[in-house]
């Protein structure tokens, strides 16, 4: 995903075009917060304001605004603005809850993680042996990807060429993902007693399953489980006890 910005992206100064403006909404003073967005008085011995029930469930508005926005291709005129208005909340209140339209689709990023990668890390760390733990890694991967979620990540992916902190936490998330499958390996070196480095075997087939997964977005005649199968069983056939 290290694709070089090939040039501004248009929301960018659609936002900064209203910067003044909204400016005076970024950072809420005690006149700025809504009731039901304001937090509760601060607990005690915690030092942190506890954020009200109705101020979370406006943030969750906010961010379900924001996928639909995101998945239905308005990535390139993707602002704060319209996804205020989307859910329904002002756009003072949506610079509430975040300060920059970058804000918004780093909470996307972080939203959707129950949706891929918390499947897989619990397919990994389940009970069983390598056998049983493959098994289900590969009933994971093999489920086909919901189009909403197929597009959130292309946009995700467009957003991250030219906005750093997009693309650094995109990057986090990947990295997350791919320790699924070094984990995966790990728990059959471990098995076998051998000294073999898990991490090149796990990198390998997390290039495989992404490159897999753009072949079938073009071409459904691909068979993928029969070759991430294939895959897995070579690479796992590599992996020995120590001589």
Not at 66 to 88: D, M
Not at 120 to 147: D, I
Not at 155 to 170: C, G, I
Request: charged fraction near 25%; proline fraction near 5%.
């Amino acid at each position: 995903m290290a694709t070089q910005a090939t040039g501004a992206d248009p929301a960018t100064t659609q936002d900064a075009a209203t910067g003044t403006q909204d400016a005076a909404t970024t950072t809420p003073g005690p006149a700025t917060g809504s009731a039901e967005d304001a937090t509760a008085p601060r607990a005690a011995g915690t030092g942190r304001a506890r954020t009200s029930a109705k101020g979370e469930q406006t943030r969750a508005r906010l961010i379900a605004a924001a996928r639909i926005l995101l998945a239905g291709g308005e990535a390139g005129r993707f602002t704060t603005r319209n996804v205020a208005a989307l859910s329904g909340v002002s756009h003072g209140m949506c610079h509430y809850h975040f300060a920059d339209r970058t804000d918004l689709i780093v909470a996307v990023v972080a939203d959707i993680r129950p949706e891929w990668i918390t499947p897989l890390e619990e397919a990994v760390a389940g009970p069983g042996g390598y056998a049983e733990r493959a098994e289900r890694v590969l009933t994971q991967l093999t489920r086909p990807e919901s189009p909403d979620l197929a597009r959130l990540h292309a946009a995700l992916h467009w957003l991250a060429l030219n906005d750093e902190r997009v693309r650094v936490a995109l990057e986090a998330e990947y990295g997350r993902w791919r320790s699924c499958f070094v984990r995966l390996f790990r728990a059959l070196v471990d098995e076998r007693g051998g000294d073999t480095d898990p991490a090149p075997l796990g990198e390998a087939f997390a290039a495989a399953v992404d490159g897999i997964a753009a072949i079938g977005s073009l071409d459904g005649t691909v068979d993928g489980t029969r070759v991430l199968r294939t895959l897995l069983d070579s690479l796992a056939s590599t992996v020995g006890p120590r001589h």
